[in-house]
């Protein structure tokens, strides 16, 4: 066999085999995921959430909302988190450095007055140039600060959070109205808990200017591209985090929708600025933190499944790509901040399984998925076609991943009864034949990308 | 068979319950919440996933048997992966199987919500005189509806639901539904004894505290505490302490100890007193003292105070401290003990022992919290500025003079800004605005 026949070989062997791991992974991941919804809905007594309304059990939370430039969605953004359904809570919107006239809307619509400025221990953050508190609406808190990024917007946030948990939030989403109650309910019932993701679900533009009520299902966004991101947030969501969450080694909460302690996050001193992944670095420091063999304090980090938060997707291949591209940056400058963690017995199941999977088959998949189209059409023009080969690598890289997605979107129809339709479910259901042909190839493409670029370190939004 | 809808003024008072019950009735479970017709859309989803696995099946056969002469590596080399493959198409097998065990059972909680909302209007009619009574013996939707209107009703429409419960033997029905095999069933039979709250289910449900699955012993305690806290007194207090000494051997979160224990209200008190004065362990301990705050049992006072000391664990002393703010009175004992704690090297005892200090006698608590508005730390200043404003006219004067006079700028800041936030004081009525202060 002659030296590049060999390598072809070779190389097509491995392709073939990482995947099938992948989706065994997949697969595995899939279960837990299953099991632990099972188990969170079994949990889930109402009339144990009845009583502890009653009884003032629920904690009280600052809700930070980092913006920049969002003159257009704040004020309705704002009214949202004013209504939620929550005991005691307080809404504090921190504008980045914002060259429109984000301030000054809410200013003219929320009546806010300077407040006075605090002394109280800090993390250092750009400087805050004023703070307002709205006289209408008591728990209304602005912070006006120069630029330093959504990490940074998030520490000032926490500096002047005057309650025991916090929730970090997007500007452009919606929270359902029982997201925080729902969330919130196993810190109370659970001292160990330092935090909790919820589930992040695409939002249709009609939805966020108030035409479509978002109801138990929202609608299904009318873009293409829109609902092929329903289908990819409902897969990697619904079973990558509740599989490790069920495993006690969740990697990751989304920096959209997820509640802290807030005491445990300034404890390792707040999101970590000059980083596109703040949402992730912040929680592998948390579980350095917390869940170390010394000292050891045996916290946990959950996923739910229930508290939903909506959030407005791209709607452009552009944008998209640019979302994708920052995402893979963000995954990989995490990792490597915490390499430390890989195969160290003292991070459990963390350090010797998630993050080598995370390393293995998050970071590096776009490499092998590229190369491996690369090598197929390396084989073509060398005339050393292997259909055999072909078929197969076809077969587990689109077709496994279809029957994959396929699970998550039953698990969002049938399971949760989102989506109520029977047409939006159909369309749903094809989108996942869809993703497949071009949608999830472009993203890898992006992601491959970003590798390259993933030395270039500055916050952006 | 099925009741009929519910007439007008069955329907009013439906009304009235439902709100009442604030829309938590028994659908913990309801997952599934489809339209019509998801029986078609989840027939057509399955058939296609099956044929979708069949077809990748017979695929990696046929692409193993032409790949085969393609590698010049052993055959063994493909077969490890291929192996995988159907490892992972099997497990996705199982879980597209599970999925449809559990949109099944989803499917049938949504039409058994339906039939409960029917049932409800029809035990509405029943206390109506609308409506005769249900041929015995009751479906689970009959009985569940029945216990959430006896959840949300008062007085002579809650006795005749008990009633109704005694004449329907509701009870041995959820007793027995306490030992099936299913999760879901034992936690539904769980959740109808909580409203039930029948003293004789007591000992089946203290058994429970000891179920190997933390989720039923949870409920268990909930159910046991819920029924123990409609007791009579005497019989109450027994009950109390049989379950407090069970609680502390369930290995539950403390925080989870802490609601069960709150929800005994006023029965409370007994099983708080052993736990206070007794060999218990440390977070049990705090647990207590939380508790006798949150359900403000002044009785408990000179007890609780005693954990202020300095020679208690810090989170001990401090739960102490928020526990005597919450008893709204202090005795002589208790108020040497919080003024003490307000001079701890501890930020932490400072700021609770400081809210604690608004109980104090008028002139004692002005001294106190005056004195520490010029903490060195923030929360304490705060706490002191909070509770210097509840102490009413005077504690405000006191705030308004600190903004003006108070040499420490942190301080007059603090002031300030709680008499905003509080409203008490509008901004052009300070002597410097946050912006003249800027």
């Not at chain 2, 008490?424 to 410097?432: D, K, M, S, T, V």
């Given at each position: 066999m002659r030296p590049w026949e060999a390598f072809f070989n070779l190389y097509a062997l491995l392709v073939l085999g990482y995947f099938a791991v992948l989706y065994l992974f997949y697969a595995l991941l899939g279960y837990l995921g299953l099991r632990t919804i099972v188990s969170h809905g079994q949990q889930n007594s109402p009339l144990a959430l009845k009583d502890m309304l009653a009884q003032g059990s629920f904690k009280g939370m600052s809700i930070l909302v980092p913006a920049r430039d969002e003159e257009a969605v704040i004020v309705a953004s704002v009214r949202a988190y004013l209504s939620l359904d929550y005991p005691e809570y307080e809404v504090i919107v921190i504008s980045?450095?914002?060259?429109?006239n984000t301030v000054a809307t809410l200013a003219d619509t929320f009546d806010v007055v300077e407040a006075f400025a605090d002394d109280r221990p800090r993390l250092g953050?750009?400087?805050?140039e004023r703070v307002y508190r709205s006289s209408r609406y008591p728990r209304l808190t602005v912070i006006d600060k120069a630029a330093g990024g959504k990490a940074d917007a998030l520490n000032a946030g926490l500096n002047l959070a005057r309650y025991p948990l916090v929730c970090a939030v997007d500007a452009d989403s919606r929270l359902d109205a029982k997201a925080l109650l729902q969330a919130s309910r196993r810190f109370a019932e659970d001292e160990r808990l330092i935090a909790v993701g919820g589930t992040i679900r695409p939002l249709s533009r009609g939805a966020l200017s108030g035409k479509?009520?978002?109801?138990n299902g929202g609608r299904l966004p009318r873009s293409w591209l829109e609902r092929l991101q329903v289908v990819e947030y409902a897969r990697a969501l619904l079973m990558d985090r509740l599989g490790w969450s069920a495993l006690n080694a969740l990697p990751i909460i989304s920096g959209a929708f997820g509640l802290f302690s807030r005491q445990a996050v300034m404890e390792v001193g707040g999101y970590r600025v000059g980083t596109v992944g703040e949402d992730m670095e912040l929680v592998m420091r948390l579980h350095k933190r917390f869940s170390?063999?010394?000292?050891?304090?045996d916290r946990r980090m959950l996923f739910m499944p229930e508290p939903v938060c909506w959030t407005l997707v791209p709607v452009t291949r552009q944008a998209l790509r640019r979302q994708r591209n920052r995402w893979q940056r963000g995954l990989i400058e995490a990792l490597w901040l915490h390499k430390?963690?890989?195969?160290?017995?003292?991070?459990?199941r963390l350090g010797m399984v998630v993050l080598p999977y995370f390393w293995v088959f998050e970071a590096l998949a776009p490499v092998v998925e590229m190369l491996a189209y690369g090598l197929f059409a390396a084989s073509l023009l060398s005339g050393l076609f292997f259909p055999g080969f072909t078929l197969l690598f076809l077969l587990v890289a689109l077709v496994c991943g279809t029957l994959v997605s396929q699970l998550a979107v039953g698990v969002e129809t049938?399971?949760?009864?989102?989506?109520?339709?029977r047409r939006e479910r159909l369309t749903l259901f094809g989108a996942t034949f869809l993703e497949a042909l071009g949608y999830r190839q472009m993203l890898m493409l992006e992601r491959f990308v970003a590798i390259f670029q993933v030395l270039a370190k500055r916050g952006q939004w | 068979m099925l009741p009929a809808s519910p007439g007008k003024d069955a329907k009013e008072m439906l009304k009235r319950l439902k709100a009442s019950l604030n829309g938590f009735t028994?659908?913990?479970?309801?997952?599934y919440h489809g339209p019509k017709g998801h029986v078609l859309y989840a027939g057509l989803f399955f058939a296609a996933v099956i044929l979708q696995v069949v077809a990748v099946l017979a695929l990696l056969v046929a692409g193993y048997f032409v790949a085969a002469p393609e590698?010049?590596?052993?055959?063994l080399f493909l077969l490890v992966p291929l192996w995988i493959i159907v490892a992972a198409l099997a497990l996705l097998l199982v879980n597209f199987t599970s999925l449809a065990v559990y949109a099944y059972h989803g499917y049938r909680q949504s039409l058994q919500r339906e039939r409960r909302e029917l049932w409800a209007g029809r035990w509405a009619g029943v206390l109506l005189n609308e409506e005769a009574l249900p041929v015995a013996p009751l479906p689970a939707e009959g009985t569940e509806a029945l216990l959430d209107l006896k959840e949300a009703s008062f007085g002579e429409e809650a006795e005749m639901l008990a009633s109704l419960s005694s004449y329907y033997a509701v009870e041995p029905a959820l007793l027995r539904e306490l030992?099936?095999?299913?999760l879901d069933t034992r936690l539904r039979a769980l959740e109808a004894l909580a409203k039930l709250r029948?003293?004789?289910t007591l000992m089946p449900l203290l058994r429970l505290?000891?179920?190997?699955h933390p989720v039923i012993r949870l409920m268990a305690a909930r159910a046991a505490a819920r029924t123990i806290a409609a007791m009579p007194a005497g019989e109450r207090e027994r009950a109390a302490l049989t379950l407090a000494g069970r609680l502390e051997l369930s290995d539950l979160p403390l925080n989870s100890l802490e609601e069960v224990l709150v929800l005994l209200?006023?029965?409370a008190e007994a099983a708080l007193v052993r736990a206070l004065s007794g060999e218990t362990a440390a977070g049990f301990l705090e647990v207590a003292v939380r508790v006798a705050g949150r359900l403000r049992l002044g009785a408990l006072s000179e007890q609780v105070a005693?954990?202020?000391?300095?020679?208690?664990?810090l989170a001990l002393r401090v739960a102490a401290l928020r526990a005597l703010g919450g008893l709204g009175r202090l005795p002589q004992r208790a108020q040497s003990a919080v003024k003490k704690a307000a001079e701890d090297e501890h930020a932490g005892v400072r700021e609770e022992a400081v809210r604690a200090a608004a109980s104090l006698p008028l002139g004692q608590a002005e001294a106190v919290l005056w004195a520490r508005l010029?903490?060195?730390a923030w929360e304490v200043r705060r706490a002191a500025a909070e509770a210097l404003l509840t102490l009413g006219g005077g504690g405000k004067s006191a705030l308004i003079r600190a903004t003006e006079t108070h040499p420490d700028e942190a301080t007059r800041r603090v002031a300030g800004q709680v008499l905003l936030d509080a409203g008490?004081?509008?901004?052009?009525?300070?002597?410097?605005t946050p912006e003249e202060m800027a």
């Open positions: 980045d450095g914002s060259l429109d953050t750009a400087k805050v479509t009520a978002l109801g170390g063999a010394w000292p050891r304090t430390d963690m890989l195969f160290r017995r003292r991070y459990g049938l399971f949760f009864g989102r989506y109520a339709t | 028994s659908q913990p479970r309801d997952n590698t010049r590596y052993p055959l030992n099936a095999p299913g029948s003293a004789s505290l000891e179920d190997p209200g006023e029965g005693e954990f202020v000391e300095g020679s208690y664990p010029g903490d060195s008490a004081i509008a901004p052009q009525h300070l002597w410097q």
